[in-house]
């Protein structure tokens, strides 16, 4: 039996978990295109990442779920749960065009919601700031239909609020927590009995999600925020790029 890609598989989802436990968001835009260059189909690779950043969300949510503005969040959700079906009926679409062309797609993808992040939008009155939250929070549930990357619109919008650090990374784990019954119920239909074969895998590979979401939460308040999220958009922006050009060569 080849164990090359089961390990391989573990580390990249271990690094997700610390990754997202400390920034509170990335797992998906991390974990994504390295299981994609793993030989992970795209389907696969999307329901262990939605398995795995589940696992890492609860264990965020039960450590800051007294930071979360759930009264403010809750309609947010709602909008987002709106647009996740177009977004996974995108995802059928995009992965019958081949290989070559999801890693070509979803590197665009993230080099544009990378390029996004450099932008802050300001929070203004509390009514544009709840309009703007509904915008991000309709665009961050179509993507994360399509691939389950849809942090970055959400992180925008929260970064404009003057919350602290700790409400940041609670409303962002609460947020993205809420769609996973429904992604998994909806890509069960859509996808068929790989959903099955995929969650039975990812039992034995939770252990190492764990390990890096407790190591993550554990240097959440050691880490500078700024730096580490500087870094790892260095290594997505590396990522995504190779995604983009590597089926042009």
Known sequence: MNVALPLATALVLMAGGLIQSVAGFGFGLF?????????????????LVILASALQKTAGIARLRRDVPWSEMVPLMGVGLAMLFPGILLLRFVSGLGPRWVKMILGFCILVLLGLRRFRARGGRDGTARAWGYVAAGVSGLLNGFANIGGPPMVLWVLSRPWP??????SLF?????FVPFQLIVMGVVFGNVIWQIVLEFLWLSPAVLLGTLAGLRLGNRVSLPGLRTVMQLMLIAVAMSAVVSPLL
Do not use: C, D, T, Y
């Open 31 to 47: 974990a994504l295109p390295l299981l994609l260059f793993l030989g992970r189909p795209l389907p696969e690779a999307v329901i």
């Open 165 to 170: 650090g700790p409400r940041i990374r609670g």
């Open 174 to 178: 609460a947020f993205s927590m809420v």
